[in-house]
């Protein structure tokens, strides 16, 4: 029993950073409707732009204290990711409205080469770490319940934590402010938004700088667990059945089709691994997602599809 | 002036109903097949049939068969490369388990079994759509590479699924140049281009391409989603799957899970988008793009690099090839999002109406 829930905690955990890379989807997809597999390279390019300004900035100012200089890396990094962001809209998307998703899906593929070939070039392409202080040692919990208690990873737990915050902020900022209201319309109906004067280029970058946010969020919680390099970029791999079991147009979706997700990856890794050779995790995610889908085709919380003839 | 179709006049339905009606387009393709054939083979060196022609003709084929399906059924595949995947290993199996068994059988085997598999993981279409479908393709492939690496039967029990096959033959010809390579994948192509081209045109394509346009619309008038939309995804993978075991066997000779990643199955959506969707010069002219382009870009940078003095280090070289790609990729896509064939027919109705101007 405690083996069972420490493994279901650790795929909530891990769940909880899926829909961290998730988010970036739907974000992205509700207010233009581009399927933007660019995320997974996002998330590397700002990764990249974290760990190595947090090693040179010390150089620079030189100073010691790691706190000011994760700080001002951070600072820096989330400029950086809206430069790309304004970039990408400015370069490419603008020119590329009302195309088919299909296309769309394809330029921010080409996006995703163009992103990476520069963060490399740049920043370089060796094993970086990214250092902001998360305790690593793991702690037990539940001592009293059970016999020996549940092993917690403390860095999980944070950086769940630090999702769950961020997705609670994103929320406020979509229902509370005027900004996310206008995205919200966007997401609604592009011409009926346009037409009571929401600019929407200027909508489309402030998207794409909160996906770049949630970027560098993921990528800081990912590189700081598994060290910043090339693979980084293929978590977006990962988080794609987390977006179709969600909905591609929904928030709550993410989160929650996260969880499924990473339960259900930990469970079956655990329990049926061993008996086809082990491995499993990445497919099952999307076998899972696809039993989903069979029975809610848009996904468990995504607008429904209405054919119009 | 020299290509215009007026004063042609049709007398038979035969006439009418050829798959080139046009007798410059006919006359130009038979030249263009020939060339290839006779022409070809006097002209060029070894290093460019080894580098850019076997390659270019193999991916051609798996373009079309994506095509089939994306193109033409409106079904968005991601796992195209998964199908290439299942040809090369059941091909493979085909070979070395049955005594004598022909290797051109082995490779159409191979693709019948990439059908099996295309039909199975082609089923959520029924219930899925767009996007959904998209990434649901992902499945398959991923399910693939894990099945390849990981169930030894597939591979005869060798290590991290690498396997190889030695030259293959054909009724006593042996595949080994570079040249029969050229001529035995230009062959298979040539057979399979004008397979679809005539599938395409008959009942079968209709019924995608209305599926494609708009499905409820196109079960109102009586075509049958699950029977178009299977027929389309086992056609695709059958194509798919002849073109993973031509690309193992004729272009790797010894091949692992790898060659048919993820990457590859994007590479094959980048064809048929840039090539074109929903055509099968398409095809040919999005694989030629992709293939020569990664390649030309690798000889030009170092001499591009040194004509300013620059000495310029392979892995600076590798990035600027990939940033370079990935810009004239969104570049194509803002210009001409319906791809190259569509600037080629454009250029056709040019040549019709040419010297003059209306």
Redesign the interface.
């Known amino acids: 029993m405690a083996f069972f829930l420490e493994t279901l905690l650790g795929g909530l955990m891990s769940g909880m950073l899926y829909s961290l890379v998730a988010l970036g989807f739907v974000l992205i997809f509700k207010a233009s409707g581009v399927f933007n597999f660019a995320q997974g390279a996002m998330v590397l390019f700002a990764a990249l732009a974290m760990a190595r300004f947090s090693e040179w900035i010390p150089d620079w100012l030189g100073m010691e204290n790691l706190f000011v200089a994760n700080l001002l890396a951070f600072a820096v990094a989330v400029v950086v990711m809206f430069v790309v962001a304004w970039l990408i809209e400015r370069l490419a998307l603008r020119y590329l409205v009302n195309q088919e998703g299909a296309t769309l899906l394809m330029a921010t593929l080409g996006i995703a080469y163009v992103l990476d070939g520069i963060g490399q070039t740049i920043f370089g392409s060796d094993i970086y770490k990214i250092d902001v202080g998360m305790p690593k040692d793991p702690v037990m919990m539940l001592e009293s319940v059970f016999e020996g208690g549940i092993l917690i990873n403390k860095e999980d737990f944070i950086a769940a934590l630090i999702a769950a915050l961020l997705v609670i902020s994103l929320s406020i900022f979509f229902q509370k402010t005027a900004t996310g209201r206008a995205l919200r319309a966007v997401a609604d109906d592009h011409q009926a938004a346009q037409s009571i004067g929401i600019p929407l280029d200027r909508i489309w970058v402030i998207v794409w700088c909160v996906a770049g946010i949630t970027a560098l969020v993921a990528g800081i919680i990912w590189g700081s667990k598994l060290g910043v390099q090339f693979s980084l970029s293929t978590i977006a791999l990962r988080a794609l059945p987390v977006v179709i079991l969600g909905g591609l147009t929904s928030v709550p979706g993410a989160i929650i089709g996260g969880l499924i997700i990473g339960v259900g990856e930990k469970l079956s890794e655990v329990y049926l691994g061993p008996y086809v050779g082990g491995g499993i995790e990445i497919w099952f995610a999307y076998m899972l997602a696809l039993v989903f889908l069979l029975f809610r085709p848009q996904g468990l919380f995504g607008e429904k599809i209405i054919d119009r003839v | 002036m020299f290509y215009r179709e007026n004063g042609q006049f049709k007398t038979s339905y035969k006439a009418d109903q050829q798959a080139f009606a046009i007798p410059q387009d006919r006359w130009a393709i038979y030249a263009i097949v020939a060339f290839a054939f006779i022409g070809v083979p006097l002209l060029v060196d070894e290093y460019m049939f080894r580098a850019i022609l076997v390659p270019f003709l193999i991916l051609s084929l798996a373009a079309l068969g994506v095509n089939i399906l ?1 193109g033409y059924c409106g079904q ?1 595949t991601l796992g195209a490369g998964a199908s290439m995947a299942v040809g090369a290993y059941a091909a493979y199996n085909f070979l070395i388990r049955v005594d004598g068994m022909p290797a051109l059988a082995a490779i159409l085997l191979g693709g019948l079994v990439a059908a099996a598999a295309g039909i199975v993981f082609g089923a ?1 279409s029924l ?6 479908l ?3 393709t ?2 398959a492939q ?2 693939w ?2 099945a390849f ?3 030894k039967w597939f591979t005869n029990n060798a290590s991290s699924g690498s396997v190889s096959v030695a030259d293959i033959s054909l009724f006593g010809w042996t595949i080994s140049t570079p040249t029969d390579k050229y001529l035995f994948s230009l062959g298979i192509l040539v057979v399979f281009a004008v397979m679809a081209k005539n599938l395409l045109r008959g009942n079968m394509g209709r019924q995608w391409m209305a599926i494609r346009d ?4 196109a079960t ?1 008038i009586g075509i049958r989603p699950m029977y178009s939309k299977l027929t389309a995804f086992a056609v695709s993978s059958f194509y798919l799957g002849v073109a993973g075991a031509l690309w193992g066997f004729v272009n790797l000779g010894s091949w692992e899970p790898a060659a048919f990643s ?1 990457d590859r199955s ?1 590479q094959l ?2 064809m048929v ?2 090539g074109g ?1 929903g055509a099968i010069s398409g095809s040919f002219f999005g694989a030629a793009f992709i293939v020569i382009l990664p390649i030309f870009l690798n000889q030009m940078l170092p001499l591009v690099g040194s004509l300013f003095g620059l000495e310029v280090s392979t ?2 070289v590798s ?5 370079i ?6 570049f194509f ?2 210009v001409e ?1 319906h791809g190259i064939a569509r600037l080629w027919a454009t250029g056709r109705e040019k040549l019709r109406l040419w010297p003059f101007p209306h």
């Open positions: 994306v968005i959520p219930r899925v759509r767009g996007l959904y998209a990434v649901a992902l499945a991923f399910f590479d894990w690496l990981r169930i708009m499905d409820v619309a109102v993820i994007l959506l980048f988008i840039i969707m892995a600076l990035h600027v090839e990939v940033i790609f990935g810009s004239l990729i969104v896509l803002i999002p």
